[in-house]
Structures are given as C-alpha cells and as structure tokens.
C-alpha cells in the first residue's frame, strides 16, 4: 500500500483555498487537513468534494488571531492518526476592513493585517515543524501577493492597499528567514495570480478589471504543480508566480 501524502492547507473552507483542497483530495493516498476558522464555518462544499481511494478529509479550527489554535490543531491531527505532515501551505489571509489609504491607515488596522497575514502563518509553521519534520521531503510554502513586492509597487500601483501589501512584505521576510535558518526545509513564497475569489475579484474591480483574470481551479492546480516536486535547489527561497512561473522581485 502506497504511503499517505499529507498536506495541511489553512484557510480552505473557500477561495483557493477550496480549490487546493478539492484537487489534493481528487488524488489517492492523500490526507488533507483542512483548517477553518471555527465549528461554526461552513464547510458544506470541503465535505461533499470527491475524494479519490485512500483520500480522506480532516478538520482543524484555526483561528488566525489565536495564539493556541495552531497547537490544539496539532493535537487533534495525531489524535487522528497523522505522523507526519509533507506539505503544509499558509493559504490563510485577509485584508483590513474598509482598505483605508496609507495615510489614514490605524495602527490597529495595520497589526490586524500583520497578524493574520503574516504572524498567523509562523505561528503555524512552529506548531507544525515536529511533524514536518518527520517526512521525507517536508514543503512549506505561503500565498502570498505581488502586493507585497516592494519593487513592484510603483508598477501595480499597490500602495492602495496599504495595510494588506505592507502584511504581504511581512510575511515575505519572514518566508526568506524561514528559508535561509532551516535548511531541512523545502521554502518558497507563492503569488498564484489574481485570482477569480472575492477578495480577488474586490482587487480587480479596483484597478479597472470586470473580473480576476486567474480561475481557482487554475490557481490551485498552479500551486499544487510548483509544490509536487519542489525542492530547495529548484525553488527555495523563490517568490513564485504560479501563474505563468516567473520569478518575481522582492
């Protein structure tokens, strides 16, 4: 019997999210553990995927303003029998209420977005590396966003979503830390293109778009290929866009 790949994807009970889920599931001999928020998100559509021989589902509750959830989510993932963890993908996010301009920007807008898009994130990554670190060739990648490139802003126009680009950043200096100290670690930062979400669709309204031009289906299945065999001579410590596999700037 072929062994389990398991693959933890926070933030999947929608969006790319979803997608990933749905496509790691539609392959056999995968454990995909899903992380939403709480008992109380809706995950009709996780649970009805197809799910292909030897694939099954597992919930966690991770909240990304909690400082515990990431450890109660491990608890309960080896309660369910898992060993080890072979990918784990920081999908979750969000940007600020109300997207305030960089001069109107709050301090508490400013660290919400740091600690869901950034901080939520390392938070996981500590929580998880004992069983990462028990598989063959343990990945960790995070979604980011162009929006965090500082060398793309004056091209893209990003500083009008201060708070969520300065968060990317973040989340993007640390990825590169993560890469550069624990070389045991297979690192890479991913921008899966702008993509047909809400939040996707929000962006792309804003700078003159009918719609994102990425479908989920499309942005999932773009980070699912960069992930199947990356390793850290190929793509650690790369800001990938899975959309048309560029490199991107920092």
């Known amino acids: 019997?072929?062994?389990?790949?398991?693959?933890?994807?926070?933030?999947?009970?929608?969006?790319?999210?979803?997608?990933?889920?749905?496509?790691?599931?539609?392959?056999?001999?995968?454990?995909?553990?899903?992380s939403?928020?709480?008992?109380?998100?809706?995950?009709?559509?996780?649970?009805?995927?197809?799910k292909a021989s030897g694939s099954?589902?597992?919930?966690?509750?991770?909240?990304?303003?909690?400082?515990?959830?990431?450890?109660?989510?491990v608890e309960d993932v080896q309660a369910a029998g898992v060993d080890?963890?072979?990918?784990?993908?920081?999908?979750?996010?969000?940007?600020p209420e109300g997207n305030k301009p960089l001069l109107e920007l709050g301090p508490d807008e400013l660290c919400w977005s740091v600690q869901v898009n950034a901080a939520a994130p390392l938070l996981v990554l500590q929580a998880f590396k004992p069983l990462l670190?028990?598989?063959?060739?343990?990945?960790?990648?995070?979604?980011?966003?162009t929006s965090g490139s500082i060398e793309h802003m004056k091209n893209i126009h990003s500083f009008i979503f201060p708070g969520y680009g300065a968060?990317?950043?973040?989340?993007?200096?640390?990825?590169?830390?993560?890469?550069?100290?624990?070389?045991?670690?297979?690192?890479?930062?991913?921008?899966?293109?702008?993509?047909?979400?809400?939040?996707g669709n929000w962006v792309a309204k804003q700078i003159g778009m009918a719609e994102a031009p990425t479908t989920i289906e499309?942005?999932?299945?773009?980070?699912i290929k960069a992930?199947?065999?990356?390793?850290?001579?190929?793509v650690g410590g790369k800001f990938l866009s899975t959309s048309d596999g560029t490199v991107l700037p920092w």
Not at 84 to 95: F, K, R, S, T
């Open 1 to 34: 019997m072929s062994k389990s790949t398991t693959v933890l994807i926070t933030g999947a009970n929608k969006g790319i999210g979803l997608g990933m889920a749905k496509a790691y599931l539609s392959r056999p001999n995968h454990i995909v553990i899903c």
């Open 36 to 50: 939403v928020r709480s008992a109380k998100t809706d995950v009709t559509d996780l649970e009805a995927a197809s």
């Open 56 to 73: 099954k589902l597992l919930l966690v509750y991770i909240e990304s303003t909690s400082k515990t959830d990431p450890a109660k989510a």
């Open 84 to 95: 080890h963890l072979d990918v784990l993908i920081a999908n979750a996010g969000g940007m």
């Open 133 to 145: 670190q028990k598989a063959d060739a343990p990945r960790f990648a995070v979604i980011s966003s």
């Open 167 to 199: 968060a990317k950043a973040t989340l993007n200096w640390l990825t590169m830390g993560v890469h550069l100290s624990q070389e045991w670690l297979t690192t890479l930062v991913i921008h899966p293109g702008l993509v047909q979400s809400e939040p």
């Open 218 to 223: 499309q942005a999932a299945e773009g980070v």
């Open 227 to 234: 992930l199947t065999n990356a390793t850290r001579e190929s």
